[in-house]
């Protein structure tokens, strides 16, 4: 069977689909845009300023031009304040919307997708899709993409206004940046390699820790802790050289940036020097170009992070939209049938399925069952019954044949009205996390009278009442504090409650003490009453009562009838029932 | 033995020539960079007072190149040395950690989950590398600092106007301090969202079925949706207090510039100071921003350090239950069980249980005796396997193994001459032989003659002909990267590990509920042979598994009710014979199967 956890990669264009994600937002992004343009407009301008300062200074000027500067600057300053602050909050408004909406639009799909995809696919995988993957992205949107823009405007505008100063020493000044560049490159290039070595050396820790501390009644049992203890050892080392590593490439590349900055520092102030004493520029003009060689150096290294975070983003964006594409559905009709009320008649005619298209784990089944009929179906493991249990809710499709309920085709059903008018009681009850009668409920409208109602008629009140906060008692992580033959009842109370009018169901086979199982059957016979039903049996009390018993093999309907004609008949149910009885 | 409480200074002072080296290169780098901005206001005063030369310039570069080279070296030095040794720290912690998780018993693994416990080795540990690393750099970074850079304000350029410039930038320390605290309130919310919204996903998705099955789908959602919306109000309030703190950061210290154009433009007029001092006084304000910001975060760093450190001390704290026997290999060989097993009056109780899972339970097993054990979940037929590997002690004198006391046995006898095939058939993400081998002393890469026994054992077991079909046959790695073995695979493969040790006891827990019957029939008829004057005890539920033992003993609730042979037991019609009936329904299918097919 094939796992979807390395999914195919997604065709079509991530970044896209990304940006049709922010389109109702464009407005606003703009609106940024155009605020973070004046940002770095403000961001060139303030040394700009205090140069102008200083060369007030040297020409002895009046202190009103200073006070003027220091207005301008004063100006700068709350204008700069406010925009930031509009801009930051506007794009992280703009970041988290698109993420619950784009969460949304995940998990609608993830509901809307066929058990199949659910039978291949871990949850876990599901999971990260809907939470982790889309956190990636809210970087992108609310932070990246903004100051990837404010990084370019930035350097373009250092560029064009130093050029514009004076020609020369920008052109001289700017001789070391793409060393700055290439090293930045590089350094990602090296840091990346290094970091990924961490990664899986610390993977490989955690790997071996959970499985050691999980593990450690096995260790102990076998007297294994001196070798497990050199086995973890060798792994921690590994991971503490790969440390080491990684901390080596960051102590050198960080001092090796700052020494370029100060060469360039000198070439500034070397150059600037001349210029200078040349009477080419002033010295304020100097005191600009050395805080302004200073400011590129931020910028260009922050850049090459943002191309890194925003190739992870749109690995993750790949990740969410492969599963978006993902088709696997069990469609509804585009006109829907919706009948007045399902009676409860049951029809296959020559039903064909697989799980895989391949394997077939029904072949040509065909039966009636007339509304109001108990059926139980008996075989071995892999027979096909629990099949045909899921057939009925239309939870997968058939590949040839057809299913009718009431006489109509279910693929024509309403799904929802389908799946109302069945109570599908699994083997494996599944409990959510909150209180009993939550459970019983679910989330439907339905009263406590009737909570209480359900629960008494199928036996559960005898355990509910006895608990603490009875009908309130909280339900922990999949119902775990409950056995087995009380989350059987509750589920007869949740399915009862529902008022289904055909009852589907799985027996258990899990170890239930004979009280209980007392409980269960009297509580399966009241449900039954009235209602078709249609029921993988085990236990022989359980199928003798049913109206028709079938027995299936290999997906085959081997044998039909009542407890007495198959008796009388001397086939497979016959033995059966004979070996039960010796 | 008195135990000294676990603390960190061992770890600091087995690394303190690191941490000396590096401290005393990190006050070199912050005494230098003290002089470039100096050097440029410098040369500034000097062009501007036009009394400079292109000598003049030259030397001056020339320093600042010096400052420069030093400041890089520097810098390569105490991040090589304080980050290194807080790595070292943590690669030894981490080692500790481990050892002493290996010696704690199991009642400490049940009542503390895996998930916590990797914390400890995970978050906490590196909450305490950074305060051990980084946090050491940068609190000392930022006092040495900003007292440096003062001195250099006041002494260098003036008083007056340092004082002035510098009443804003206290608010950032200040500001820093509460909004980490906030932040950090804020932060925690959004993670208790965020996991709720992953718990709600997960349970969701896990529950589909029965969602799809009670047309849940639409209120499931909305409920999704709100959980969704909260988490974003919760990240917002994150966003919100980011996006007014680095702006108003930046606000500060812009103000502190303003203050200083202002006042030092005044004073420069008044040629109270040079203009290099008023360039150099506006570098200095941009050096401090950086340590007053650090200030408030180190003291977020080192707190929550702490509260880490308690936890990791925490594991520290604990005292295995079990009591060992500590002897000499000799002397651990000279000993040797025979397998005679008696259980006196034996009642126990889990230490956080609330009441016993075993009743005055009496048993005796012969030696060679192979004894069966059949009750139903939760009837103390694992308590049994427990106590018999010293899991946990019972009252001394209620367990004798060859008429001595279990607790007369050194741990490393038991676990030598007990063999045992666990419920949950744990298999190490190593080589299947590896695993087979798992209860050997010896190791195979020491005596590859092991080999042969090996895979003698896995023949025995019925698995041997399922792992030559794998990739790598016995050097398949079993598990997440690996082949993933089916649940009769892997039980199969459990007790072939057990065989391979051919213990004087050997205990079957479960072992074979996912072994088909065929399988199940030679692997018991193996054992049947192999186990011949060894003793054996086979817990199941399935009375096929049952039916060669020598007696079967049935558990309910803790005490013995029922005792004998199968032939007795269904004669006795009790729960053995009840059980008998039952599964021959199942037996019955199966057979039909077979024959059609």
């Known amino acids: 069977m094939k796992i979807h956890d390395t999914a195919p990669a997604y065709k079509g264009n991530v970044l896209v689909q990304l940006l049709s994600y922010m389109k109702p937002y464009t407005g606003r992004v703009f609106f940024c845009l155009f605020l973070v343009l004046i940002l770095t407009a403000f961001d060139l301008y303030r040394p700009k300023l205090i140069g102008d300062a200083i060369d007030h200074f040297e020409q002895r000027g009046e202190y009103r031009l200073i006070v003027n500067t220091a207005v301008k600057y004063g100006a700068v300053l709350l204008f700069g304040f406010v925009f930031n602050i509009t801009q930051t909050w506007l794009l992280q408004k703009t970041g988290q919307q698109i993420m619950h909406t784009l969460r949304k639009d995940i998990y609608r799909h993830i509901q809307s997708l066929s058990c199949r995809f659910f039978d291949l696919t871990p949850v876990g995988t599901l999971v990260t899709r809907v939470t982790n993957d889309v956190e990636a992205l809210n970087e992108m949107y609310s932070g990246i993409l903004v100051r990837l823009f404010r990084n370019i405007v930035k350097i373009i505008g250092l560029v064009a206004v130093m050029l514009f100063m004076n020609r020369k020493l920008a052109l001289i000044s700017f001789i070391l940046l793409p060393v700055v560049a290439f090293m930045t490159w590089l350094f990602r290039k090296i840091a990346r390699k290094t970091y990924r070595k961490t990664r899986t050396a610390l993977t490989g820790i955690n790997a071996s820790l959970s499985e050691n501390i999980s593990g450690m009644r096995i260790i102990q049992i076998f007297g294994r802790e001196e070798r497990k203890y050199e086995e973890f050892e060798e792994k921690n080392r590994k991971l503490y050289r790969a440390n080491y590593t990684e901390n080596l490439v960051f102590a050198i590349f960080r001092p090796l940036i700052y020494i370029l900055s100060v060469f360039s520092l000198m070439l500034v102030l070397g150059f600037g020097s001349l210029a200078v004493l040349d009477h080419v520029i002033s010295v304020g003009m100097l005191f600009i170009f050395a805080q302004y060689i200073q400011s590129f150096f931020d910028p260009i290294q922050e850049l090459a992070e943002q191309f890194a975070t925003l190739q992870s983003s749109l690995a993750s964006a790949e990740k969410i939209f492969t599963l978006m594409g993902e088709d696997s559905k069990v469609t509804e009709d585009e006109h829907p049938v919706i009948l007045k009320e399902i009676k409860g008649k049951i029809e296959f005619s020559h039903v064909w399925f697989a799980y895989d298209e391949e394997h077939y784990v029904l072949r040509d089944v065909s039966f009636v069952i007339e509304p109001g009929e108990k059926v139980a179906f008996v075989g071995a493991t892999g027979a096909g019954k629990s099949s045909i249990l899921n057939l009925i809710g239309r939870y997968y499709d058939v590949q040839k044949g057809n299913i009718y309920i009431d006489d109509v085709d279910i693929r024509r059903l309403s799904k929802k009205q389908l799946r109302s008018a069945i109570g599908q009681m699994q083997q494996d009850v599944f409990l959510f996390e909150g209180t009993i009668s939550g459970n019983i409920r679910l989330n439907d409208d339905i009263s406590q009278e009737e909570v209480k109602q359900a629960a008494e008629y199928v036996n559960a009140s005898q355990f509910i009442d006895k608990l603490p906060k009875g009908y309130e008692e909280p339900v922990t992580e999949r119902g775990a504090t409950f056995s087995a033959g009380e989350r059987q009842l509750l589920s007869f109370a949740r399915t009862l409650a529902h008022k289904p009018g055909i009852l589907v169901m799985d027996e258990a086979t899990a170890n239930i003490d004979t009280e209980t199982e007392l409980l269960i059957r009297e509580a399966l016979e009241k449900l039954m009453n009235g209602r078709t039903t249609i029921m993988v049996a085990h236990r022989l009390s359980t199928i003798r009562h049913a109206d028709c018993i079938m027995v299936m093999s290999k997906g085959k309907i081997r044998e039909k009838g009542t407890h007495e004609e198959l008796l009388e008949r001397g086939g497979i149910y016959q033995k059966l029932y004979q070996l039960q009885m010796q | ?597």
Not at chain 2, 65 to 94: D, P
Not at chain 2, 182 to 202: G, I, N, P, T
């Open chain 2, 1 to 597: 033995m008195e135990q000294k409480a676990y603390s960190l200074t061992p770890y600091l002072l087995r690394h303190k020539g690191y941490y000396i080296t590096g401290i005393l290169l990190l006050l070199a780098v912050d005494l230098s960079s003290l002089y470039i901005p100096q050097f440029t206001g410098n040369l500034i005063d000097g062009l501007a007072g036009g009394n400079f030369g292109m000598e003049q310039v030259r030397l001056i570069l020339l320093k600042i190149l010096a400052v420069g080279l030093i400041m890089m070296a520097g810098r390569f030095g105490w991040r090589y040395f304080i980050v290194g040794a807080s790595r070292k720290v943590e690669y030894e912690m981490r080692n500790d950690m481990f050892r002493h998780l290996e010696s704690l018993s199991t009642s400490y693994f049940n009542t503390h989950k895996t998930g916590n416990l990797m914390a400890y080795f995970t978050n906490d540990l590196e909450a305490v590398r950074m305060a051990t690393g980084f946090a050491v750099i940068t609190v000392f970074d930022a006092v040495v600092m900003t007292l440096m850079v003062l001195g250099k304000m006041i002494l260098y350029v003036d008083m007056k106007l340092t004082a002035c410039a510098f009443i804003p930038l206290i608010l950032v320390a200040i500001g820093c301090y509460y909004f980490n605290i906030y932040m950090e309130k804020c932060q925690e919310q959004r993670q208790d969202a965020f996991s709720l919204l992953s718990d709600r996903v997960q349970e969701s998705i896990t529950g589909i079925r029965t969602v799809k099955a009670f047309v849940q789908e639409e209120k499931d959602f909305g409920e999704f949706e709100r959980i969704s919306a909260d988490n974003m109000k919760k990240n917002l309030a994150v966003v919100k207090l980011r996006a007014i703190f680095g702006p108003a950061l930046d606000a500060v210290t812009g103000i502190s510039i303003l203050i200083a154009l202002l006042i030092g433009g005044k004073m420069v007029l008044a040629g109270e100071i040079s203009i290099g001092k008023f360039v150099a006084f506006n570098s200095y304000i941009g050096m401090l921003v950086w340590p007053l910001i650090a200030c408030g975060d180190c003291i977020n760093t080192f707190s929550q350090a702490a509260a880490a450190f308690r936890r990791i001390a925490s594991i520290f704290e604990e005292k295995p239950d079990i009591i060992d026997k500590a002897l000499s290999e000799g002397e651990l060989k000279n000993i040797k069980i025979q397998g005679s097993i008696r259980f006196n009056h034996l009642t126990f109780q889990y230490p956080d249980g609330t009441e016993p899972v075993l009743c005055d339970l009496s048993l005796d097993i012969r030696q060679g005796e192979m004894l069966g054990i059949l009750g139903r979940t939760g009837s103390g037929k694992s308590s049994l396997a427990d106590l018999l590997l010293r899991i946990y002690d019972c009252k001394e004198g209620s367990l004798l193994i060859d008429g001595k006391n279990i607790t007369e046995y050194p741990l490393a006898v038991l676990h030598r001459d007990v063999a045992y095939v666990p419920q949950d058939n744990f298999l190490f993400s190593d080589t299947l032989e590896e695993n087979i081998a798992f209860g050997l002393s010896e190791r195979i890469t020491d005596r590859p003659e092991l080999r042969k026994s090996i895979r003698q054992a896995a023949k025995d077991a019925c698995i041997h002909d399922n792992i030559m079909e794998f990739p790598d046959e016995y050097m398949t790695v079993v598990g997440e990267r690996g082949v993933t073995l089916s649940g009769g695979q892997k039980q199969r493969s459990s007790i072939a590990r057990a065989l391979l040790m051919d213990a004087p006891i050997l205990i079957l827990d479960d072992a074979m509920s996912a072994v088909d019957t065929d399988t199940e029939e030679k692997i018991l008829e193996n054992l049947v042979s192999l186990r011949k004057g060894k003793t054996t005890i086979l817990i199941a539920h399935r009375i096929s598994t049952l039916r060669k033992a020598d007696h079967v003993a049935v558990l309910t609730d803790g005490t013995l009710t029922e005792y004998g042979t199968h032939e007795e037991l269904l004669a006795n019609k009790g729960f053995y014979a009840h059980i008998y009936e039952k599964q021959q329904l199942e037996k019955g299918l199966e057979e039909e199967q077979n024959e059609n097919s």
